[in-house]
Nanobody, 124 residues
Framework: QVQLAESGGGLVQAGGSLRLSCAASGRTFSSYAMGWFRQAPGKEREFVATINWSGGIPYYADSVKGRFTISRDNAKNTVYLQMNSLKPEDTAVYYC?????????????????WGQGTQVTVSS
């Protein structure tokens, strides 16, 4: 059974940092792209960042570019999201996901497996 478990969320003041982790189990994901999405209250789930199978090609939503960094450790079956210079508008539930392919994927329908999400709250 495939499982993705996010951790690292919490409450932080604006300008602060958090590091999210997502550990995958049940299969090896080293051949697949992984990504992060987020959903704020009353809004649709939106793309945050993705990284290809090798970790060499990250891609970010414009809203987080320059502040967030996605990385992966295939030996640990884990993907990370380092979030710096956080803003109140970054407040959301953050989800990690595994795509059904090894390339770059920006839409939620391109992702096959999802975690349960971790809450990130940024106070002003």
């Amino acid at each position: 059974q495939v499982q993705l478990a996010e951790s690292g969320g919490g409450l932080v003041q604006a300008g602060g940092s958090l590091r999210l982790s997502c550990a995958a189990s049940g299969r090896t994901f080293s051949s697949y792209a992984m990504g992060w999405f987020r959903q704020a209250p009353g809004k649709e789930r939106e793309f945050v960042a993705t990284i290809n199978w090798s970790g060499g090609i990250p891609y970010y939503a414009d809203s987080v570019k320059g502040r967030f960094t996605i990385s992966r450790d295939n030996a640990k079956n884990t993907v990370y999201l380092q979030m710096n210079s956080l803003k109140p508008e970054d407040t959301a539930v953050y989800y990690c996901a595994v795509a059904d392919g090894s390339g770059m994927y920006y839409y939620s329908y391109e992702y096959e497996y999802w975690g349960q999400g971790t809450q990130v709250t940024v106070s002003s």
